[in-house]
């Protein structure tokens, strides 16, 4: 699969990273065909977090890549940590022991990239700096990132962080494009104008931080998928229109839709479908026109002014 590096790293990722979130849902036979259809596919990078079924996707994932250290050195592990049971914590002791958890659960000496999931209120940047330069001296983490932040809240961290924050996992699809279309109407009077994450898109640009959209084919907050619902009828017209012209399904323009932005993310996928999977990763072949990613954008009921 094609790939790109990491934000301003040296790691070079494939373009389409597998979601590990609903991993625990598959037998143990299940899991280990899925986990190695994705690598015959060439997706190698696999996102958790320290959440995802209380820790059991992680200990699954584990069992199914059957992790050893030839293996290991076949993937590029990212995992989340920060949120708790009705709280997120970015203290040093709970970053530290967090890690060393996700590692004991993965099996494996040390991670590629470590996210914050949720920011925390109550974030010190000082400690979260602490605990970024423990696990880079005992080799334990590689590189480092964050997920759902806006600039200011990345600024704040960056004002004791020293390591290169590398990627920014955010909500992005065609259904909530917000990120993308709040762009259009600058200083406009209407709903779409309002800027509702300070502008995240271009300062990832701006500071060679790479999204990561997360449920790139979900509408509202996981209220369902937009792909063949009877809500969308004109954005999945036009999405299988444009599929036909590249012999391709709605799935792959879909997730062409993303890859095609000069952003250069990397979307996660959520299925544990391995056909699906496919479907994903071939969207890394299809190079959608500026005409037709603007009727894909417009099809969904965004607006231009």
């Given at each position: ?45 696999f996102d958790h977090a320290d ?60 991670l590629d990239v470590l996210l ?190």
């Open positions: 699969m094609r790939s790109i590096p990491l934000g301003n790293s040296t790691l070079q990722v494939p373009v389409v990273a597998v979601g590990c979130m609903r991993l625990n849902s598959l037998d143990a036979a299940q899991a280990q065909r899925f986990v190695q259809g994705a690598l015959d596919l060439g997706a190698n990078f959440i995802y079924g209380g820790g059991e996707c992680e200990s699954v994932f584990a069992d199914a890549v059957g992790m050893s250290p030839s293996v290991r050195e076949r993937l590029i592990l990212q995992s989340k940590c920060g949120v708790r049971p009705g709280m997120f914590d970015f203290s040093r002791e709970h970053i530290l022991a967090s890690v060393d958890a996700i590692l004991g659960r993965l099996r494996t000496d040390y914050l999931h949720r920011p925390d209120a109550l974030v010190e940047p000082d400690e979260v700096a602490a605990a970024f330069d423990q696990l880079e001296r005992e080799g334990k983490v590689r590189h480092f990132g964050v997920s759902n932040q806006n600039p200011r809240q990345i600024e704040l961290l960056k004002k004791s962080v020293r390591q290169p924050l590398v990627a920014n996992q955010l909500q992005l699809s065609i259904t909530n494009a917000t990120m993308i279309t709040a762009g259009f109407n600058v200083n406009m009077e209407n709903d779409a104008a309002v800027n509702r994450d300070g502008g995240v898109l271009d300062y990832c640009r701006l500071h060679d931080i790479t999204v990561q959209p997360w449920s790139p084919f979900q509408f509202g907050f996981f209220e369902g998928v937009f792909l063949n619902h009877p809500k969308f009828p004109e954005l999945n017209a036009t999405l299988d229109r444009i599929a036909a012209q590249h012999g391709v399904n709605s799935t792959t323009i879909a997730m062409a839709w993303l890859l095609r932005h000069p952003a250069h993310m990397q979307p996660v996928t959520g299925t544990t479908n391995l056909e699906r999977l496919g479907d994903c990763v071939r969207a890394a072949d299809v190079h959608l026109t500026r005409e037709d990613w603007y009727a894909v954008l417009l099809a969904a009921g965004n607006t231009l002014p």
